[in-house]
């Protein structure tokens, strides 16, 4: 081991009294440090203590339904049955004269409104065989990307695969029940 020089002695003599004087000075300030000189610490107040019911132990616990669900089981869970009252029905209007245009017993108001579906941005492009006879539609989106299924199958996370033809596939809105049929395109 090499001797220190004077230099290196007085660094660490240095180094050693600022560690003094740091140490001093957060004992001084800390909580943790006891009276200094006789001088008594500001007692701080305590926290309060939570009250804690003991008389809950013995009491009944409500049925808890969490984690009694089968995992396995498909489906929604049964939803818990609540007082339910009847849909309030409502009387029909009486009939009006055949004559009077735009009554509620005229034939053109009478018609169910069905809703116009948005616009079908997918193209039939051919279909797939197997030789097990599995048919496979080939669908092609406004943004040139390919979907294919079979029949029964969702595509686009919309349209259910209701047949699949030689030059047509009829495809299912999944929200609406309505369906179209798409005819083979060429390019």
């Known amino acids: ?3 220190l020089s004077r230099r290196e002695k007085g660094l660490v003599g240095l180094l050693t009294l600022a560690a003094v004087a740091v140490a001093g000075w957060a004992l001084r300030h800390s909580d943790a440090a006891p009276a200094v000189l006789g001088r008594p610490r500001a007692e701080r107040p305590l926290a309060p203590v939570p009250r804690i019911d003991l008389a809950r132990i013995d009491a009944p616990r409500a ?3 969490a984690g009694r669900r089968d995992l396995f089981a498909f489906g929604r869970a049964a939803e818990p049955e609540r007082d339910r009252t009847p849909p309030a029905v409502v009387a029909a209007p009486p009939p009006a004269s055949p004559g009077a245009p735009g009554m509620p017993g005229d034939a053109v108001a009478a018609m169910p409104v069905t809703p116009s579906l948005p616009p079908l941005n997918l193209k039939y492009i051919g279909s797939v065989e197997n030789k097990a006879g599995i ?10 990307e390919v979907l294919t299924g079979q029949a029964g199958q ?3 996370n919309r349209y259910r695969i209701a047949r699949i033809g030689l030059e047509s596939v009829d495809l299912e809105d999944v929200g609406s029940g309505q ?6 395109k060429g390019n």
């Open 179 to 184: 369906s179209r049929r798409i005819p083979l």
């Open 63 to 65: 049925e808890d339904t």
């Open 135 to 144: 048919k496979v539609a080939v669908l092609l989106t406004d943004r040139r």
């Open 154 to 156: 969702v595509v686009a």
């Open 1 to 3: 081991m090499r001797k």
